[in-house]
């Protein structure tokens, strides 16, 4: 049974770092594509980034990219969201999710197994 389960979360000053993790279980992450998305209190669920196990191809939405790095460990079938320079606005639950298809964007409902989130928190 495929499992995503994310840890790292916390709360974090502005300008701060954090790196969550996203481990899988159930499957391996060589043949998936794993998308980090973020929803904040009342606002939409939205993608941040995602990798690909497939063709090694990552992306970044515009808000995060030059702060936020993700990276794959296929050993511990693991992905990673390193994230730096963290600003009030970063504030949400972060899930992973993962689905065996491509994707043209990062549209929620093309990704098919999901974590329960871990919260970060950028406050002073």
């Known amino acids: 049974q495929e499992q995503l389960v994310e840890s790292g979360g916390n709360l974090v000053q502005p300008g701060g770092s954090l790196r969550l993790s996203c481990a899988a279980s159930?499957?391996?992450?060589?043949?998936?594509?794993i998308g980090w998305f973020r929803q904040a209190p009342g606002k939409e669920r939205e993608g941040v980034s995602y990798i690909s196990g497939i063709d090694g191809s990552t992306y970044y939405a515009d808000s995060v990219k030059g702060r936020f790095t993700i990276s794959s460990d296929n050993a511990k079938n693991t992905v990673y969201l390193r994230m730096n320079s963290l600003k009030l606005e970063d504030t949400a639950v972060y899930y992973c999710a993962a689905t065996p298809f491509s994707i043209r964007a990062m549209d929620p409902s093309d990704f098919g197994w999901w974590g329960p989130g871990t919260q970060v928190t950028v406050s002073s």
């Open positions: 159930g499957f391996t992450l060589d043949n998936y594509i």
